[in-house]
């Protein structure tokens, strides 16, 4: 009872959970565009089958009795080697997002700026961005937390001044020139915007893992994060929404500030050039804090022997600085293999590999899941329709990122596979230590 005062409510719990899902909208709108306002199918779709895997996140949360995160859950059906791969693609998946959320911060640069970058020059400025907030992430925990708060403000603001006052400048003509200017079908929409409409919900998985922080748990966290997941769902189909019914559809496909453009068509240049500021600095703080949380999964995961010393090392600060200077690199050589003349075409492409890299421990929870209520004593069959719809959700959305994203994702996998087969010898004891004649 001494604990209770520090915990929080289904209310507190369900607006924290949506700003974990709140990171990396900023180009959304443009993608949608590419697709058409058709793509409101996509986001109900989306949102139901983000719902199920909320439900079922939340009863691994309940469940869970390991440190580790998706990790953690994997560890109950896998064994280590699964707590290793799980860990393994969902670093990957912040490293490539990363990456693309960099990308985008330069996007908006160069709408503020006005100026036309060459794909050698987004390369450079997002690798000094990436190079910028690594450093950053010397400040501590402290300061990775009050620059998320600041970049969901900064981000958040506009974002709903556009979305509600936007519904006074929305033009039917314009939102239904832009319903479906490609001709799809509405299985090809839902297909082609899969990938950008699931990343508006990825960051769901880990505020189930807080479950500590809340009162009564088992009731509260399943209310909070489906919760969670209707409101990003309804919040997203606003701002799209409404901005497709503003800016039209040919200049929105084509724009690397959407937001920015939509407050422009309303208030005027200023105006977009005001929230388009915003974004950057908004953006580039949500990279802070991102850039911390790998930095820390890593440094956990070396901690663990899944990955390198290199990245558990910490100087006499407790900073991990050579974990630090190893991510950097790493995102240096993902940036270089991702050019394009086409920031929106980089960034879109960049989402589908991370998406597909974050579903791998996703499919990993879910077929964890039984086996978790199973050791805890229960056996719930709504659990249990949970998983196995939660994974074939995760399958589905896996395969809709596009084969060149699977086929990259599958590498990876295999490519981790191997580096675990490198590293198990250090994490459990060889049956035979003999030398063999």
């Given at each position: 009872?001494?604990?209770?005062?520090?915990?929080?409510?289904?209310?507190?719990?369900?607006?924290?959970?949506?700003?974990?899902?709140?990171?990396?909208?900023?180009?959304?709108?443009?993608?949608?565009?590419?697709?058409?306002?058709?793509?409101?199918?996509?986001w109900?779709?989306?949102?139901?089958?983000?719902?199920?895997?909320?439900?079922?996140?939340?009863?691994?949360?309940?469940?869970?009795?390991?440190?580790?995160?998706?990790?953690?859950?994997?560890?109950?059906?896998?064994?280590?080697?699964?707590?290793?791969?799980?860990?393994?693609?969902y670093?990957?998946?912040?490293?490539?997002?990363?990456?693309g959320?960099?990308?985008?911060?330069?996007s908006?640069?160069?709408?503020?700026?006005?100026?036309?970058?060459?794909?050698?020059?987004?390369?450079?400025?997002?690798?000094?961005?990436?190079?910028?907030?690594?450093?950053?992430?010397?400040?501590?925990?402290?300061?990775?937390?009050?620059?998320?708060?600041l970049s969901?403000?900064?981000?958040?603001?506009?974002?709903?001044?556009?979305?509600?006052?936007?519904?006074?400048?929305?033009?039917?003509?314009?939102?239904?020139?832009?319903?479906?200017?490609y001709?799809?079908?509405?299985?090809?929409?839902?297909g082609?915007?899969?990938?950008?409409?699931?990343?508006?919900?990825?960051?769901?998985?880990?505020?189930?893992?807080?479950?500590?922080?809340?009162?009564?748990?088992?009731?509260?966290?399943?209310?909070?994060?489906?919760?969670?997941?209707?409101?990003?769902?309804?919040?997203?189909?606003?701002?799209?929404t409404?901005?497709?019914?503003?800016?039209?559809?040919?200049?929105?496909?084509?724009?690397?500030?959407?937001?920015?453009?939509?407050?422009?068509?309303?208030?005027?240049?200023?105006?977009?050039?005001?929230?388009?500021?915003?974004?950057?600095?908004?953006?580039?703080?949500?990279?802070?804090?991102w850039?911390?949380?790998?930095?820390?999964?890593?440094?956990?995961?070396?901690?663990?022997g899944?990955?390198?010393?290199?990245?558990?090392?910490?100087?006499?600060?407790?900073?991990?600085?050579?974990?630090?200077?190893?991510?950097?690199?790493?995102?240096?050589?993902?940036?270089?293999?991702?050019?394009?003349?086409?920031?929106?075409?980089?960034?879109?492409a960049?989402?589908?590999?991370?998406?597909?890299?974050?579903?791998?421990?996703?499919?990993?929870?879910?077929?964890?899941?039984?086996?978790?209520?199973?050791?805890?004593?229960?056996?719930?069959?709504?659990?249990?329709l949970a998983a196995?719809?939660?994974?074939?959700?995760?399958?589905?959305?896996?395969?809709?990122?596009?084969?060149?994203?699977?086929?990259?994702?599958?590498?990876?996998?295999l490519?981790?596979?191997?580096?675990?087969?490198?590293?198990?010898?250090?994490?459990?004891?060889?049956?035979?230590?003999?030398?063999?004649?």
């Amino acid at each position: 009872m001494g604990h209770s005062k520090n915990k929080v409510g289904v209310i507190q719990f369900t607006m924290l959970t949506i700003v974990s899902m709140t990171d990396g909208i900023i180009m959304i709108p443009t993608l949608a565009a590419g697709v058409g306002a058709i793509s409101l199918y996509a986001w109900i779709t989306t949102t139901l089958g983000a719902m199920i895997l909320a439900y079922a996140f939340a009863q691994c949360g309940r469940f869970n009795k390991k440190s580790g995160g998706l990790g953690g859950y994997a560890e109950y059906g896998f064994g280590k080697s699964g707590n290793f791969i799980a860990n393994y693609a969902y670093a990957i998946s912040l490293l490539i997002a990363n990456v693309g959320i960099a990308i985008s911060v330069v996007s908006y640069a160069s709408s503020f700026f006005n100026v036309h970058l060459s794909a050698l020059q987004v390369i450079l400025y997002s690798a000094l961005i990436l190079i910028f907030t690594g450093a950053a992430v010397a400040g501590g925990t402290s300061f990775s937390v009050k620059m998320s708060s600041l970049s969901m403000f900064l981000q958040m603001i506009p974002v709903m001044i556009i979305s509600i006052i936007g519904l006074f400048f929305f033009d039917p003509n314009i939102f239904t020139a832009a319903w479906n200017p490609y001709h799809y079908t509405v299985v090809q929409t839902i297909g082609f915007s899969n990938s950008f409409t699931l990343w508006a919900f990825l960051g769901l998985e880990s505020a189930c893992s807080n479950m500590e922080r809340v009162k009564n748990p088992e009731r509260n966290v399943p209310i909070a994060v489906i919760a969670a997941t209707v409101a990003i769902g309804a919040f997203s189909i606003l701002y799209t929404t409404v901005i497709q019914g503003i800016v039209p559809n040919t200049v929105l496909a084509q724009s690397n500030a959407p937001f920015g453009d939509a407050c422009a068509y309303m208030f005027g240049q200023e105006a977009g050039h005001l929230v388009t500021a915003l974004m950057i600095v908004g953006c580039g703080g949500a990279l802070i804090a991102w850039q911390f949380t790998l930095v820390e999964l890593l440094r956990s995961g070396a901690k663990e022997g899944y990955f390198p010393k290199i990245f558990g090392r910490v100087n006499s600060y407790e900073i991990p600085v050579r974990g630090i200077i190893g991510m950097l690199l790493i995102q240096m050589v993902l940036l270089s293999m991702t050019g394009s003349p086409s920031m929106v075409k980089q960034f879109d492409a960049l989402i589908k590999l991370s998406t597909v890299a974050n579903l791998v421990p996703y499919v990993l929870a879910m077929a964890s899941l039984d086996i978790m209520q199973r050791q805890s004593g229960k056996d719930s069959n709504l659990t249990r329709l949970a998983a196995v719809g939660g994974g074939v959700y995760s399958i589905y959305a896996c395969v809709q990122c596009g084969m060149d994203s699977v086929t990259y994702g599958m590498v990876t996998v295999l490519v981790g596979l191997m580096i675990y087969g490198l590293y198990a010898v250090r994490l459990q004891t060889p049956y035979n230590s003999r030398r063999i004649r």
